[in-house]
């Protein structure tokens, strides 16, 4: 079983949808959890990042993180073609030695 | 505006060639990191770095090597490419003393074919 699970998609909505994407993991040990957005051709950027559970809000993006049921989403709300993009999830342990563990990202196409 | 920056953003070369992929960051970041991405698949961790003279390597090293004599330059070489070194490889960097993970900024990546 891979520590991080992430539903690689495609993920096809209209535009102003709510979008959820989700990503399970096994580590209990997990404290920090980011996510990142993947546009075509480039590298990952961080877009949100939260430390152990609760929620965080940045503009039409939440983040949540659940570690009783080991589950982050975030929600993207009145989505945007320009929203269109790989998300990538990652999480790593307490600690700035440790290297994060990514997901196999989520790719979201907003279509107008 | 990039601040980490890799060349070459394609490369097409043959089996057996040795290769040097460049990567350089002007944030005065000390954590560097190679990662390789092949598509709808997680990124892997080739090499890592935690300041000038240090590496480790990642769980995949993929007959790699890396160097860090600067802390703006992180070089990777592979020895002697293969097919199966088909990937898309991506440069990061982030500030020492932050968690792992967070402010990591990733280049936009070399795209290496070899035939």
């Known amino acids: 079983q891979k520590e991080v699970e992430q539903d690689p998609g495609p993920l096809s909505v209209p535009e102003g949808a709510i979008v959820s994407l989700n990503c399970t993991y096994s580590n209990s040990a997990f404290q920090y959890f980011m996510w990142y957005r993947q546009y075509s051709r480039k590298g990952p950027e961080l877009l949100m990042y939260t430390y152990s559970s609760g929620n965080k809000e940045d503009g039409r993006f939440t983040a949540q993180v659940d570690k009783s049921s080991k589950y982050i989403s975030l929600f993207i709300r009145d989505s945007q073609p320009s929203d269109s993009a790989t998300y990538l999830c990652?999480?790593?342990?307490?600690?700035?030695?440790?290297?994060?563990?990514f997901g196999r990202g989520t790719s979201l196409i907003v279509h107008p | 505006e990039a601040d980490i920056y890799q060349t070459p953003r394609y490369l097409v070369i043959g089996t057996g060639k040795k290769i040097t992929l460049e990567c350089s960051q002007t944030?005065?970041?000390?954590?560097m990191y190679w990662y390789q991405q092949d598509p709808g698949m997680e990124l892997h961790l080739i090499h890592y770095s935690y300041g000038v003279n240090s590496t480790e390597k990642g769980d995949l090293s993929s007959e790699s090597t890396v160097s860090r004599i600067r802390t703006e330059h992180f070089p990777l070489t592979l020895e002697s490419a293969r097919p199966s070194h088909t990937s898309q490889y991506l440069c990061?960097?982030?500030?020492?003393?932050?968690?792992?993970?967070?402010?990591?900024?990733f280049g936009s990546g070399t795209r290496l074919t070899v035939v």
């Open positions: 990061a960097s982030s500030e020492y003393g932050q968690p792992s993970g967070y402010g990591y900024t």
């Open positions: 944030m005065g970041h000390d954590k």
């Open positions: 990652a999480m790593s342990k307490s600690g700035g030695s440790y290297i994060p563990t």
